[in-house]
């Protein structure tokens, strides 16, 4: 195997520019300077493989078997990215990791680049005030989407995680009469593109058509500022499947999640 180097800032954007959207997380990180990075050389001072290690491990490129001693001493949560890139870290670092409590292969990776038809709805960024509201529905999502209540393994780290992004402007809302009729959250954003997370309804207001209005209006939204609203899903979440097709968003890839 290749060994492994640390990449500039520089080498890391390059990288990602390569590909926006499937890179989107990994270009975010590093321009918040956020989390750790190692790579695999290629040539002309370009990267061939780029991983990021933190509570996530994020491999890209070609040639991530070299990631997986860093992966295998990572103790991260979950190893998620680009299904080939996700595989090929895996059959390499299989042995030396714990059984995933969850294989995710096969998620599709949407993105949007034309703005939809306007919705119409009350969509507003969310405010402090609303923290209280979000913290639940939040953590309703990811319970829904993981299948593990985050409010039970580390409450005060997400209540901080919560308004964080609250305070960085990645949150919106769609509420009336105390219901959510829709929220969504970045969990990146670069100069190419936002990646949304967490699209979630009040259960009592499902299947009443508020997620694909909302969902328009907030890709209009981020469309006047970013090239391309992407995101990913679990293959088997037919409704969301169905809501992303029907506002024109188009399936680029697939992602690969194995859950610790």
């Not at 491990?57 to 860093?70: E, L, M, Q, R």
């Not at 969509?123 to 039970?152: F, T, Y």
């Not at 949150?171 to 105390?178: A, M, R, V």
């Amino acid at each position: 195997m290749a060994p492994t180097v640390s990449p500039t800032l520089d080498q890391v954007l390059q990288f990602c520019a390569e590909d926006p959207v499937e890179r989107v997380f990994l270009e975010d990180i590093a321009r918040r300077g956020l989390g750790r990075f190692t790579a695999v050389a290629g040539t002309a001072g370009r990267l061939k493989a780029l991983c990021h290690v933190g509570a996530n491990v994020v491999p890209s490129g070609s040639g991530c078997a070299t990631f997986a001693d860093v992966a295998a001493h990572s103790g991260a949560r979950m190893v998620i990215g680009e299904e080939r890139a996700v595989g090929e870290l895996w059959e390499a670092a299989e042995r030396r990791m714990p059984r995933p409590r969850d294989d995710r292969p096969g998620q599709p990776v949407y993105a949007l680049r034309e703005p939809p038809p306007p919705g119409e709805t009350g969509l507003r960024p969310a405010g402090p005030p609303d923290l209280d509201v979000l913290v639940p529905a939040c953590a309703e999502a990811h319970r829904e989407e993981i299948g593990i209540d985050p409010l039970k393994r580390d409450a005060e780290g997400f209540r901080w995680r919560t308004r964080q992004q609250i305070e960085e402007g990645r949150s919106w809302l769609w509420i009336e009469d105390g219901v959510i009729l829709f929220k969504a959250e970045a969990s990146a954003w670069t100069p190419s593109a936002v990646q949304l997370q967490q699209v979630w309804v009040d259960p009592q207001a499902r299947r009443r058509g508020h997620a694909g209005r909302a969902l328009c209006d907030l890709c209009r939204l981020l469309l006047q500022q970013v090239p391309a609203v992407c995101l990913f899903v679990r293959p088997e979440n037919t409704p969301a499947l169905a809501l992303y097709d029907s506002i024109g968003m188009t399936r680029e890839l697939t992602y690969r999640s194995l859950v610790f």
